[in-house]
């Protein structure tokens, strides 16, 4: 009579397995490893952060001066299409142009019937440009401090009939200088957008 024996336990547990499985032992990190990548991830998030900072700022920056101009250019073309004199200048209230302050605060675009500079009651409000963060300076030159006026030829032209040509400078205050942008509108009224570096931005 043939008999069937039973092998023993150990000849049942495959030789080739590492050696953790063979001895029931879970791979795992150890304290010292834990420690490393948590100092490595550490070391990581630092340079990370000013990084970040960077961009959030560079986009901020870009999308003020985007906004600006916009107005600028949305007031040429009306001074085109109008055939009279269109104004865009600082405004805090919406309605009535400001004489302190900068652009920052916000502006609007309107139809200066009698080119006296100043938005009227009956007078077209073409735009509101709304204000923009409390962290951001917007500054213009002598020349478009308060004012950026069109005649009907496209041309950017001073209350008084003078060619009008300037710079803003968009900066972030909480940046401490640094990157910055500026709006340069040219004599023929033709805006754009560079980008620079200031030492500071008041």
Same mark, same amino acid.
């Given at each position: 009579?043939?008999?069937?024996?039973?092998?023993? /336990?150990?000849?049942?547990?495959?030789?080739? %397995?590492?050696?953790?499985? &063979?001895?029931?032992?879970?791979?795992?990190?150890? $304290? *010292?490893?834990?420690? +490393?990548? *948590?100092?490595?991830?550490?070391?990581?998030?630092?340079?990370?952060?000013?990084?970040?900072?960077? *961009? /959030?700022?560079?986009?901020?920056?870009?999308?003020?001066?985007?906004? $600006? %101009?916009?107005?600028?250019? /949305?007031?040429?073309?009306?001074?085109?299409?109008?055939?009279?004199?269109?104004?865009?200048?600082?405004? #805090?209230?919406?309605?009535?142009?400001?004489?302190?302050?900068?652009?920052?605060?916000?502006? *609007?675009?309107?139809?200066?019937?009698?080119?006296?500079?100043?938005?009227?009651?009956?007078?077209?409000?073409?735009? &509101?440009?709304?204000?923009?963060?409390?962290? +951001?300076? %917007?500054?213009?030159?002598?020349?478009?401090?308060?004012?950026?006026?069109?005649?009907?030829?496209?041309? #950017? &032209? %001073? #209350?008084?009939?003078?060619?009008?040509?300037?710079?803003?400078?968009?900066?972030? /205050?909480?940046?401490?200088?640094?990157?910055?942008?500026?709006?340069? $509108?040219? #004599?023929?009224?033709?805006?754009?957008?560079? &980008?620079?570096?200031?030492?500071?931005?008041?």
């Amino acid at each position: 009579m043939n008999t069937h024996t039973t092998p023993p /336990l150990a000849a049942l547990v495959p030789t080739n %397995l590492p050696a953790q499985c &063979r001895t029931g032992r879970s791979a795992g990190f150890t $304290l *010292i490893e834990l420690m +490393l990548v *948590i100092a490595v991830a550490t070391v990581l998030l630092g340079f990370g952060v000013p990084s970040m900072t960077a *961009i /959030l700022n560079s986009n901020k920056l870009t999308a003020a001066s985007n906004a $600006l %101009l916009s107005s600028i250019r /949305l007031a040429r073309s009306e001074a085109f299409k109008r055939s009279g004199r269109v104004v865009l200048c600082k405004s #805090a209230d919406g309605a009535a142009c400001a004489t302190r302050g900068g652009w920052e605060q916000g502006w *609007i675009v309107f139809h200066d019937v009698n080119q006296d500079g100043e938005h009227d009651p009956d007078e077209t409000l073409i735009e &509101r440009g709304n204000p923009l963060p409390d962290s +951001l300076r %917007l500054t213009g030159n002598s020349t478009v401090a308060k004012y950026v006026s069109f005649v009907a030829t496209g041309s #950017a &032209r %001073l #209350a008084g009939g003078g060619f009008q040509a300037g710079t803003v400078t968009v900066c972030n /205050l909480s940046a401490n200088g640094g990157e910055a942008r500026q709006i340069i $509108l040219n #004599a023929v009224g033709r805006p754009r957008v560079q &980008r620079v570096a200031v030492a500071s931005c008041a």
